[in-house]
């Protein structure tokens, strides 16, 4: 792992205070540009370890209901990558948060995969997960991200066999992401003991902190999920909070208010 990478410094710091993740997931544009520079900072200020930024994109198969309205909303505007990555450089003069888009293979491969990881870097991106890259086809754009500084983060869920997590453990730059289940994601009631068997799986492999995702939407839930892993992300229950939002200062209120209490426990 490059040992001078944001995520990395970010992680160690946290191992070092004896304390855990939150990183919380936003779609870039909804409901707009200005509104998700306004909510990245506010993130950070709320106690974000990174930022998750979704691209918005036309099929997303990944995502579950809440998720894709949010795209449906942005794409509306009709921005593409590299107006994401402008606003990361906007708002890099406010925070030094670290930030990973969060993206279908698509829209980046049709970005151009070179220049997609220079302006990355150029734009103070710290990593990309690319939500349907699977790792046996992952090889030369991984290169391509190392070649650049960026990290590389993958998916791992209760499904991936053994040999899929040692590929990806191979990989895997900043930390790995288990999904608490197969499927779409979306806010649930309750978390599943098989994320906790994932996290023992995946450690087995790879030195590299563990984030578990899709479902957290309560602060019980947060507070399981930092019991044995490093950081809970929190997706579609805080992009709920922004679809119910009528303007620009009520999203920011909600989704502040919203981390607040997800983190009292």
Do not use: C
């Not at 698509?106 to 991106?125: D, H, M, Y």
């Amino acid at each position: 792992m490059n040992s001078l990478s944001r995520i990395a410094d970010t992680f160690a710091n946290l191992k070092r205070e004896g304390r855990k993740g939150f990183i919380p997931f936003i779609t870039a544009g909804d409901p707009d540009l200005e509104t998700t520079r306004e909510l990245i900072v506010e993130l950070a200020r709320s106690g974000a370890t990174l930022i998750e930024l979704g691209v918005p994109f036309s099929d997303p198969m990944a995502d579950g209901p809440v998720i894709q309205r949010a795209s449906e909303r942005a794409l509306r505007h009709g921005f593409g990558v590299g107006e994401v990555l402008r606003l990361v450089s906007d708002v890099r003069a406010q925070t030094e948060v670290p930030i990973i888009l969060f993206s279908y293979f698509n829209p980046l491969l049709q970005f151009g995969i070179e220049k997609l990881t220079s302006e990355t870097r150029a734009a103070g991106v710290d990593g990309i997960l690319v939500t349907d890259l699977i790792p046996e086809e992952a090889g030369e754009f991984a290169a391509t991200m190392r070649r650049h500084d960026l990290d590389l983060i993958f998916l791992v869920a209760p499904t991936s066999t053994d040999e899929r997590l040692k590929l990806i453990a191979g990989q895997a730059r900043g930390f790995i992401y288990a999904v608490s289940r197969a499927g779409v994601t979306g806010a649930r009631e309750q978390m599943s003991a098989e994320t906790e068997k994932l996290v023992r799986r995946v450690r087995q492999f790879s030195d590299l902190p563990v984030a578990v995702g899709f479902g957290i939407s309560r602060s019980e839930h947060v507070e399981d999920v930092w019991r044995y892993a490093d950081a809970a992300v929190v997706g579609s229950a805080i992009v709920g909070e922004i679809e119910k939002s009528n303007s620009s200062a009520e999203a920011i209120s909600r989704v502040t208010g919203f981390i607040r209490l997800l983190l009292s426990s």
